[in-house]
Each structure stands twice: as C-alpha cells, then as structure tokens.
C-alpha cells in the first residue's frame, strides 16, 4: 500500500470516529490504528475495513465524508500521526466514554482522549 493510500484510510477513519475530537483524540485514534497495522503487519485499509472494527465501515451506505472543513482537519490529523511517535503507549483498542464493551474488562486501560477510553492488551 502506498503512503497517499495509508493516509486516505487513516483519514477516512479519523473523520467517521472522532472528527468531533480535539486533535489530541484524533492522533489517539490514528496511533491505535497504525498500532494495529503495525502489530498484524497489515495495511490500514486491512486494519480499517477488517470485519466488526470500525462500526463505520458496516453500518454507513457511504464512506465519503461530508463535512469537508471536518475531513481537512482529519487529514492534518491522519499526517501527524503517520510522522510522529505513538504518545498512547501501544493503545489498539478503544471506545467512546458512553458505552462498556465486554472486551474491555480484558484489556488494560491506558488513558482517555476525548470521548474516548483507550486500552492495550
């Protein structure tokens, strides 16, 4: 996968989960993204479109984003993610604040960013 095809996906899925996050929550989503990626040695679009992950990629008609000032700022996001260190300490999971997933009791929890809890295994 190229690098403008890593930040596409990247950017389409900071945009669908957290382009209402501050940037600090958008770069925690990038990172547990690429963390995923990283540890399978898969692409983002494999770690983006894999089944039942991003809720996304299965519950939308379309991927294209609406908001265009909102998927820019994803973009920026998705680039500083790519050419920075990960600051979520190896995060690859996470959830919004409102919900309690039952996979969450068996992982271990790392911080909050925005609305959302990340965790690690």
Do not use: C
């Amino acid at each position: 996968m190229s690098f403008l095809e890593g930040l596409l996906w990247l950017s389409l899925n900071i945009y669908h989960e957290a382009r209402s996050e501050p940037q600090i929550g958008q770069l925690a989503v990038a990172h547990v993204t690429l963390n995923r990626a990283n540890q399978g040695n898969r692409t983002v679009e494999e770690v983006v479109t894999a089944p039942k992950q991003f809720s996304w990629t299965f519950l939308q008609k379309s991927y294209l984003p609406t908001e265009p000032e909102a998927f820019a700022a994803s973009v920026q996001s998705a680039m500083k993610a790519m050419t920075s260190q990960d600051f979520t300490k190896g995060a690859t999971y996470y959830h919004r604040h409102d919900v309690q997933p039952k996979w969450a009791k068996s992982k271990t929890y790392v911080a909050t960013y925005g609305d959302h809890l990340f965790y690690r295994n």
